[in-house]
């Protein structure tokens, strides 16, 4: 008579295939826990469970989150020369560009910097005609999961999308890149060293660097934060909470509401801060 083998005997990997295809995971906590037994075990190493976990939390993020604010978007109006296109794109060092209306209300496309280079070496002497080379754009809520929104970017096979706000007004804009770094973590180049450690999205919301040295904060803020042997923010942030929290956890701290936008097992990466309400920092 054949016996079922004993649990104790199960390899890890039998039984992690047991417990994903013959039984019904009920949360999320369930699914990291496996995925933290699979690295404990070296079935898979830190980077891909990392991995897997950011890569769930694109359902708790929205574009608003990670978006550039419109106060930080680099936008050419339409009635732009090639001399002040090329300026532009040089300066700025980016590849898209939306193209704007005279009252930077509408944005009417986008143009790659590509197409201009390509129009240069052409030894063109007429004015590079951008409506030729426009692109439509993807218009999306604030509210737009980065699930929903990594789906589009491979569907429509777009790399921007502009986030509109509940009036219609533009509210910024977010790349595929800016997803991406949700899950594999920072993708930096040459020209990324210099980003600022925070960034105003306007209406009282900050985008902070989770490892922003406590003196910039202070100097940003205005504020002298009552901390001890802390010298980051993210230092601050854990000491609150007491542990490492999670993604989209919230704490007010010394009149400042924190927000975890990114976080993985070991460190938190990026915060979403406010004023409190009635508070003083």
Known sequence: MNEEQSPSKLSFLQRFKKRCLHTLLRSNYELLQVLKEAEENHIIDSHSRSIIEST????KL????VMV?????VMIEHQATTKELLDIMIKSSHSRFPIINSNKSKIQGVI??????EFLAGDQK????????LRDSILVPESKTLGSLLRDFQQKKSHMAIVMDEYGEIA?????EDVLEQIVGEIEDEHDFEEDNIIDFGEGRFLLKANTPIEEFDEFFGVKLQ???IDTVAGLVIKGFTYLPEQMDKISLQGFDFKILKTDSRRIHLLEIERSLGGNA
């Open 56 to 59: 769930m939390q694109l359902e």
């Open 62 to 65: 929205e574009a608003r989150d």
């Open 69 to 73: 604010p419109k106060s930080k978007m």
């Open 112 to 117: 790659l910097a590509k197409d201009l280079l």
């Open 126 to 133: 007429s004015e590079f005609n951008y409506k030729e080379y």
């Open 172 to 176: 910024g804009l977010v790349t595929l």
């Open 227 to 229: 901390v001890e042997n």
